[in-house]
C-alpha cells in the first residue's frame, strides 16, 4: 500500500512543538529547573522546525497528486516561521547555560546571552504562543480537508428515471440543478452541460459522464478554483492528470454522478 509521507511526517512537529511551548514557558516564568527545562525546549524547537520542513515539502508533494487546502497551506507558512523564530529566539535565551562548561569562548557567549537574556525572554515568549496558536491551525486545517465531507448531491437525478418522472425543459429554471426533460434515457449533452458553467450550478464532464458537483466545490481539497474552472465543460483531461488510477477520488466522485453523456 503507497502511504502518502505527510502524513506521517507532521506527527513530530505536531507533538514536539507543543512539547517545546510548555518547557520554554516553563523556563521564562520560574527560575525551578531552568537549566533543564530551557535545554529541552530548546532542543525541541529545533527539532520541531527540522520536522516541519519535512512536513511541508512531504505536503507539497502531496499536493500535486490530491491538490491542498488554501488554508492548510498558509497556515504551515505561519507555522513554519514561528516555530524558526522560536528555535532561534530560544537558543540566544539559552546562551547562559555555556557559562557552566567552563570553557573560554563559551564563557563569552554566555556573557553575551546574559545580555540579551531579558529581550530574549520576552521574545520566547511571544514566539511560543504564536507557534502554539499555529500547530493548532494547521492540524485543525489538515483535519478538516480529511474528514469534512460534503453529502452526495441531493440533486442528483438517477440515470434510471422513468421519462415520465422529468420535468419540461421549458419549465427549468435558470441554474436548476435538476436533469432536464431532453434526458428521457438518463442521458446528457455537453450542450446541457455547458450551460451549469459557475459555482451555483456546476456540472462536469468525465470519462462520458456527467456530474453535479455544485455542493462539491468548496470541500474541495485543492480548493474551489480547481473545481470551478472545469465547470460547465469536460473536465477528462484534468481529472486523469490529478487523480489517474486513484480509488477514492473516483468513489467520491460518484457521489455527484448525474448520468452519462451522449
Not at 510548555?22 to 525541541?44: D, H
Not at 462536469?204 to 465543460?233: F, K, Q, R
Request: hydrophobic share 55%; net charge neutral; aromatic share 6%.
Amino acid at each position: 500500500m503507497n502511504i502518502p509521507l505527510h502524513p506521517l511526517a507532521v506527527h513530530l512537529p505536531v507533538v514536539l512543538v507543543p512539547l517545546s511551548v510548555l518547557f520554554l514557558l516553563a523556563s521564562v516564568a520560574t527560575a525551578r529547573w531552568r537549566n533543564v527545562s530551557t535545554t529541552l525546549g530548546t532542543v525541541f524547537a529545533w527539532v520541531s522546525f527540522a520536522g516541519l520542513l519535512v512536513a511541508k515539502e512531504t505536503g507539497e508533494s502531496l499536493a500535486h497528486v490530491r491538490g491542498v487546502p488554501s488554508a492548510h497551506e498558509m497556515w504551515a507558512d505561519f507555522t513554519v516561521v514561528a516555530v524558526g523564530l522560536l528555535a532561534v529566539f530560544a537558543t540566544a535565551w539559552a546562551l547562559p547555560l555555556l557559562r557552566e562548561l567552563g570553557k573560554p569562548g563559551l564563557t563569552k557567549l554566555a556573557d553575551a546571552g546574559a545580555k540579551l537574556a531579558p529581550i530574549a525572554r520576552v521574545l520566547v515568549a511571544l514566539a511560543a504562543i504564536a507557534s502554539l496558536v499555529f500547530i493548532v491551525l494547521v492540524g485543525h486545517s489538515g483535519a478538516s480537508a480529511v474528514w469534512d465531507k460534503p453529502a452526495a448531491s441531493a440533486t442528483a437525478a438517477p440515470a434510471s428515471a422513468a421519462p415520465a418522472q422529468a420535468a419540461p425543459a421549458a419549465s427549468a429554471p435558470s441554474g436548476a440543478t435538476s436533469a432536464p426533460a431532453s434526458a428521457a434515457d438518463g442521458s446528457f449533452t455537453m450542450a446541457e452541460i455547458a450551460k451549469h458553467n459557475s459555482a451555483e450550478s456546476c456540472w462536469v464532464a468525465i470519462n462520458g459522464t456527467a456530474y453535479d458537483l455544485t455542493t462539491w466545490i468548496n470541500h474541495h481539497p485543492g480548493g474551489p478554483a480547481v473545481i470551478g474552472t472545469m465547470c460547465g465543460t469536460d473536465g477528462t483531461a484534468a481529472f486523469t492528470v490529478q487523480h489517474g488510477g486513484e480509488g477514492e477520488p473516483a468513489a467520491e466522485l460518484a457521489q455527484f454522478k448525474l448520468g452519462p453523456v451522449k
